[in-house]
């Protein structure tokens, strides 16, 4: 079998239509069951720092049950198995004129419960690393919990954030392409049909993989901007330039400059 090499390049710089849907859908399903599961994550990341029983048992047996299950698995149920079960069937919804197909509701729902467990995990690890005298000192000057973690603790905590969440985006977009199980026409599902009809697998599929490369490529490029900003408004240093991170050159050069307290000697009395 040899590697048509005319058609590769076809595939690559003129993609049909039917791919090019399947790649703007993959952005789109990427894009809104990440925002969702920013949403449910902080939910739940804040369940599990509450001083309510309640609330850190569920938020912990919710992480759990999310995290020691496959994605694959968690799809298959949640789209023909609740539907088997008499539970609950996505149905196809016509929202603003757009037709939006059960199969597509049920991905978005089931990344989105997946991303946001280890997105609560990624709230908790960053509102724990900022120090708790800062949450005392705004209590102390009459800030009520919420308006704290909100004007004093959030702000501090997000920076320390962006970059795994910027890494959780990163690999749900590549784990869109096991949608195809449920019958979504995302990019991966396209490309496999493609590879049916014309028995080109590997021009098909290194085609796919460049594109996947080229989404993660441009997410990296806005991550780095957003750390930047953050870094900028917090007055350090800025982040690895993204030509770093890509071929994974990592400068030696301390990032953060840690201030240790000196002691004071005692006043000679």
Sequence with gaps: MNFDWSYFWESLLTPSPQFLKGLALTIIISVIAMSLALVLGLIVGLMGRSKL?????????????????????????IYTG????????????????????GAVQAAIVGLMLNESAYISEIVRSGLESVDRGQN????????????????????????IMVPPLGNSFNGLMKSTSILSIIGVSEM??????????TFKVFEIYMVVA??????????????TAIENTLNVRAGLPPAEPVYKRLFGIRSRKQQ????TPALQPADAV
């Design 82 to 101: 609740f539907a088997a079960a008499g539970l609950f069937r996505f149905e196809d919804t016509d929202i603003f004129g757009a037709l939006i197909k």
């Design 136 to 159: 005392e000192a705004a209590l102390s000057l009459g800030m009520t919990p919420m308006h704290a973690m909100r004007r004093i603790i959030v702000p501090q905590a997000i920076r």
């Design 256 to 259: 953060t400059t840690t201030t």
């Design 188 to 197: 991966f599902q396209v490309g496999s049909t493609m590879s049916a009809a």
């Design 53 to 77: 029983l309640p609330f850190q048992l569920f938020a912990s047996l919710y992480i759990w049950v999310i995290r020691g299950t496959p994605l694959l698995v968690q799809l298959v149920i």
């Design 210 to 223: 460049l594109y996947y490369l080229l989404l993660t490529t441009v997410w990296t490029f806005i991550q």
